[in-house]
């Protein structure tokens, strides 16, 4: 096989399988109810002070329609906390409850468990070229994403 099939091979398993292991991870105890799509968006929110709703949307490269649905049953999950804003009353700002930034930080640990298991199998050359390279692959699609918006 030539490098470029092989380098395809590997990119589609890699993107799969990272995909269902973090759901697999993520829906443990009481995170049941939870989606990877959720687990972005409390991301996204994060656990500093309340966000406004186009922020996020924009963080997630999402419309405000969309998040809105998203943020509708992380509410009632419990997971997010939703109120209007004080100085303008047409914003709607959002944050993690208490049960959010659990979430958030049993998230955080599957990432974090994932880039040490791959880090400490590599020398520190190896590290380094390995981060140029997804630097790279990450361009070429935030490059992608914005010919496709366009």
């Known amino acids: 096989m030539d490098i470029i099939s092989t380098l395809n091979e590997l990119l589609v398993k890699l993107f799969r399988n990272i995909n269902v292991i973090e759901e697999r991870a993520i829906r443990t105890g009481e995170y049941r109810d939870m989606t ?13 002070e309340a966000k406004n709703m186009t922020s996020v949307a924009r963080s997630l490269d999402v419309t405000t329609g969309t998040l809105t649905i998203a943020v509708n049953s992380l509410v009632k999950k419990g997971y997010v906390d939703r ?37 400490e199998e590599l020398s520190e050359e190896e590290q380094q070229v390995l981060e140029r ?7 070429f699609f935030m490059k992608t994403a914005d010919r496709t918006v366009s």
């Open 36 to 48: 990877a799509n959720d687990m972005h968006v409390i991301e996204a929110i994060g656990t500093e």
């Open 83 to 119: 109120v209007r804003s004080e100085e303008d009353r047409r914003v709607v700002l959002i944050s993690l409850s208490e049960k959010g930034k659990r979430a958030y930080l049993h998230h955080r640990q599957f990432h974090d468990q994932m880039i040490n298991v791959v880090v």
């Open 133 to 139: 390279a997804l630097k790279k692959l990450n361009q």
